[in-house]
């Protein structure tokens, strides 16, 4: 709109201009407004395009509205300007048509050329305005998806945690047990016999130096773990601990972690019944079996092993039940390969033989694998 301040923003120009149309005159006005109009126009859309490189979007929202508001009434001021032309084009004929002096007649022709360059050059920008509109819509769109989207997410995040704060409540992580606890335990129950405190003196002489991949206690934390379990689950049954099964559950892991303990030191001090609890337990040397690695070999094992413990002993296939549950409790302090390979064969083996054992370790070993699989992703 330069041509236009020079040429009516001089003074006395346009009190020329109104002495001889007053039409003319205001639309001129009208054009002046305009193209400071298309100015802030133009400075809010730079200002919309660099606020959206930043991601600014709450300033963005502010700077779509004032944009909207000033094109809305740039076209409603070009609608009526644009009306206005048309009457003033035949004006401005009867004016040139007249008699008027030769520097009248000169005026006014530039200002019909003016008038004529800007209603053509109007007519484009309106077309321009029209296209800024529709794609400041089109962003708005953008945006309301966008943050639809993040709505969404928000609330599947919310969720996300709603469920992992009940798997987590799921999770019940055995406390460390000393070796007090379990004697009251036991002493409560009434079968702390002299078998079962042998049991315990030796399951502390075998498991003294050992510790866990935490760095906690070996028998605080496991072999206690597994004796508590096996009280529970009597509980559960609303049945009394037997000595042969508490004496299996304290010397569970005695031939595998103690090699100065023999099958015949074994029976001699508790006797073949709680031997033969105790024996299908142990696992044999993974190895040994074929396989192309490790993790092949230990599959290999545990299928042999599994087809063992189906002929086992009822209180053996139990304390081997209470075993794993024990140790998935855990299992989360262990690396994540290890963790891995846990979950893995509790699934392929542990599951399938309590489904066939227990339906109290079944549905306990079950929902803490699920658990910590939901977690492990």
């Given at each position: 709109?330069?041509?236009f301040?020079?040429?009516?923003?001089?003074?006395?120009?346009?009190?020329?201009?109104?002495?001889?149309?007053?039409d003319?005159?205001?639309e001129i006005?009208?054009?002046?407004?305009?193209?400071?109009?298309s100015k802030?126009?133009?400075?809010?859309?730079?200002?919309?395009?660099?606020?959206?490189?930043?991601?600014?979007?709450?300033?963005l929202h502010?700077?779509?509205?004032k944009?909207?508001?000033?094109?809305s009434?740039?076209?409603?001021?070009?609608?009526?300007?644009?009306?206005?032309?048309?009457q003033?084009?035949k004006n401005?004929?009867?004016?040139?048509?007249?008699?008027?002096?030769?520097?009248?007649?000169?005026?006014m022709?530039?200002?019909?050329?003016?008038?004529?360059?800007?209603?053509?050059?109007?007519?484009?920008?309106?077309?321009?305005?029209?296209?800024?509109i529709?794609?400041?819509?089109?962003?708005?769109?953008?945006?309301?998806?966008f943050?639809?989207?993040?709505?969404?997410?928000?609330?599947?995040?919310?969720?996300?945690?709603?469920d992992?704060?009940?798997?987590?409540?799921?999770?019940?992580?055995?406390?460390h047990?000393?070796?007090?606890?379990?004697?009251?335990?036991?002493?409560?129950y009434?079968?702390?016999?002299?078998?079962?405190?042998?049991?315990?003196?030796?399951?502390?002489i075998?498991?003294?130096?050992?510790?866990?991949?935490?760095?906690?206690?070996?028998?605080?934390?496991h072999?206690?773990?597994?004796?508590?379990?096996?009280?529970?689950?009597?509980?559960?049954?609303?049945?009394?601990?037997?000595?042969?099964?508490?004496?299996?559950?304290?010397l569970?892991?005695?031939?595998?972690?103690?090699?100065?303990?023999d099958?015949?030191?074994?029976?001699?001090?508790?006797?073949?019944?709680?031997?033969?609890?105790?024996?299908?337990?142990?696992?044999?040397?993974?190895?040994k079996?074929?396989?192309?690695?490790?993790?092949e070999?230990?599959?290999?094992?545990?299928?042999?092993?599994?087809?063992r413990?189906?002929k086992?002993?009822y209180?053996?296939?139990?304390?081997?039940?209470?075993?794993?549950?024990?140790?998935?409790?855990?299992?989360?302090?262990?690396?994540?390969?290890?963790?891995?390979?846990?979950?893995?064969?509790?699934e392929?083996?542990?599951?399938?033989?309590?489904?066939?054992?227990?339906a109290?370790?079944y549905?306990?070993?079950?929902?803490?694998?699920?658990?910590?699989?939901?977690?492990e992703?």
């Amino acid at each position: 709109m330069t041509l236009f301040n020079t040429l009516f923003r001089r003074k006395g120009s346009l009190d020329y201009i109104k002495d001889i149309d007053k039409d003319l005159y205001f639309e001129i006005h009208l054009l002046i407004r305009l193209g400071d109009f298309s100015k802030e126009k133009f400075r809010l859309i730079n200002e919309f395009i660099d606020t959206w490189d930043k991601g600014r979007l709450k300033k963005l929202h502010s700077i779509i509205e004032k944009a909207e508001d000033i094109v809305s009434k740039e076209s409603d001021a070009l609608s009526s300007f644009l009306k206005r032309l048309n009457q003033d084009d035949k004006n401005l004929s009867v004016l040139l048509n007249e008699n008027y002096t030769g520097k009248t007649k000169e005026v006014m022709e530039k200002l019909k050329n003016i008038v004529a360059f800007y209603k053509s050059n109007i007519s484009k920008q309106k077309e321009f305005f029209d296209q800024t509109i529709d794609r400041l819509w089109a962003k708005r769109r953008e945006i309301k998806a966008f943050l639809e989207l993040m709505h969404q997410e928000a609330m599947l995040i919310e969720a996300a945690k709603k469920d992992m704060d009940e798997l987590e409540d799921k999770l019940r992580y055995i406390h460390h047990i000393s070796k007090q606890s379990i004697v009251d335990l036991l002493n409560k129950y009434h079968i702390l016999t002299p078998t079962v405190i042998k049991a315990l003196d030796q399951a502390e002489i075998s498991h003294k130096n050992q510790l866990r991949d935490d760095g906690a206690d070996y028998l605080e934390e496991h072999v206690y773990g597994v004796v508590h379990e096996i009280v529970l689950f009597c509980k559960s049954k609303k049945v009394r601990p037997t000595e042969n099964l508490i004496c299996g559950a304290l010397l569970h892991d005695v031939l595998e972690d103690d090699p100065s303990v023999d099958e015949g030191a074994f029976i001699n001090k508790f006797g073949r019944t709680i031997y033969e609890i105790v024996a299908p337990l142990t696992k044999p040397d993974w190895q040994k079996f074929p396989g192309k690695n490790k993790e092949e070999k230990k599959m290999n094992m545990n299928k042999a092993y599994f087809e063992r413990m189906s002929k086992a002993r009822y209180e053996t296939k139990i304390i081997k039940l209470a075993d794993r549950l024990n140790n998935l409790s855990y299992i989360m302090h262990s690396n994540p390969e290890k963790m891995a390979f846990y979950l893995k064969e509790t699934e392929l083996f542990h599951l399938p033989f309590a489904r066939q054992t227990s339906a109290y370790f079944y549905k306990r070993i079950k929902s803490l694998h699920e658990s910590l699989v939901l977690l492990e992703k």
